[in-house]
């Protein structure tokens, strides 16, 4: 998710853990639930890479349960709001839910490293999802310029907001698992919003994509050829890639370019996510270190006479 909503839903899980309602607490705990995007700092060979590896160790459930204790003792010598314990029941909970939020969109997220670098892509939720972080904002936002909780007739908005925003989520899985329709499908909400969903199947011969509102009432389908046979052109990087999308990705020759493309994001005849992995040199394939593809393709790509 965006970085203004897990900043968010960390401070309210602070707020509620704390028996003090600061802004101080607020601050702490939502810049303590950034703390596992901080991976996109780091350095990697090239875009395919990169992208296959962010949302990986940082945000292992392990590795910030480890981490958890040790954030808290710093806090808790430096800021003596609240006790040990609380410190760390904060920081657990602010840390920890920031990649199950993050496994709930399409992306994927290693939350099982080290034992197990599977990525975990749920896909019921928009990276930015306004209905989820609205009631969120508003809690923290009304602390923040009335230096206290919002109560409405007796009770924390804090706590209605959190409830809410949670039981949205449930309410999406719900809606996404009654639009699957089979095991090589996904389906996924179209920015901004859980009304309409984006419906995309792999079959042994060609992709499928339509759109389907939460009534089921479908648009026109549209459909590419599944060309996953062009993998033996470049196996490691296109292997490390089908693991990564769980297989939902595909292979295009454009212009004397083998370009993969991450079927989960935009559409299957647009993806947001594609990158050139090898070209066609002097009558033969040669491997290039991978880089991001900013070109618009048309659908059905160009292919010429290459030898596979």
Known sequence: MDSVTQFSLGAVIGLAVSPKKTIKIALISGLVATIPDLDIFLSHPDDLTSTIRH????????????????IALFLYKFFSLISYFRWWLLVFLALTTHPILDSLTIYGTSLFLPFSDHKVMIGSIFVIDPIYTLPLIVSVGYLFIKKKMLQIKGISFNTIALVFSQAYL???????????PSEKSFATPTPFNSLLWRVVTVNDDYIEQYFVNI????????????????????TNEVDKYANFSSDFYNLKIVNDQLVLQDLRMGSIENPAFSFIIAKFIEGEWNLITPYRNKIHFDLQGMYGNKKL
């Open 215 to 234: 009534l089921g009432e479908k648009g026109k389908k549209i459909q590419v050829e599944n060309r996953h046979y062009l993998k033996s052109i470049n």
């Open 55 to 70: 949302r990986g160790f940082s945000h292992s459930l392990f590795y910030l349960s480890v981490i958890s204790p040790l």
């Open 170 to 180: 449930l309410l999406t899985l719900l809606i996404q698992q009654a639009l699957i």
